[in-house]
């Protein structure tokens, strides 16, 4: 069974940057999509950013477009949110998740409810 933890929030300033982790362990990812979520207090959760693991493009929410960078870690099993420039409307929970996706598939989704396995999630507050 995957799992998946994340770790690397907390409170930053407007302008400044954080990295999120997510550790995965029980599944070698080289099939998984793997994605960022977040959700802030009394909004519907929103899909951020995904990659397959085994390469090709990434998406991201047209919000975080220039300013987020999602990368990984093959050696550690480990996937990055790097988060520049962060916004007070970029506060919220931030979660790691995961589908298996089609073999014929050539990217990867920001839907939700595509997604099975997630993370316990990490606190993001942007705040001066």
């Known amino acids: 069974q995957l799992q998946l933890v994340e770790s690397g929030g907390g409170l930053v300033q407007p302008g400044g940057s954080l990295r999120l982790s997510c550790a995965a362990s029980?599944?070698?990812?080289?099939?998984?999509?793997i994605g960022w979520f977040r959700q802030a207090p009394g909004k519907d959760r929103e899909g951020v950013s995904c990659?397959?693991?085994?390469?090709?493009?990434?998406n991201y929410a047209d919000s975080v477009k220039g300013r987020f960078t999602l990368s990984r870690d093959n050696a550690k099993n480990t996937v990055y949110l790097q988060m520049n420039s962060l916004k007070p409307e970029d506060a919220g929970v931030y979660y790691c998740?995961?589908?298996?996706?089609?073999?014929?598939?050539?990217?990867?989704?920001?839907?939700?409810?595509?997604?099975?396995?997630w993370g316990q999630g990490t606190p993001v507050t942007v705040s001066s």
């Open positions: 998740t995961s589908y298996l996706p089609s073999a014929l598939s050539t990217s990867c989704t920001l839907a939700a409810t595509r997604y099975p396995y």
């Open positions: 029980g599944v070698t990812l080289n099939r998984n999509v």
């Open positions: 990659a397959k693991w085994s390469g090709g493009s990434t």
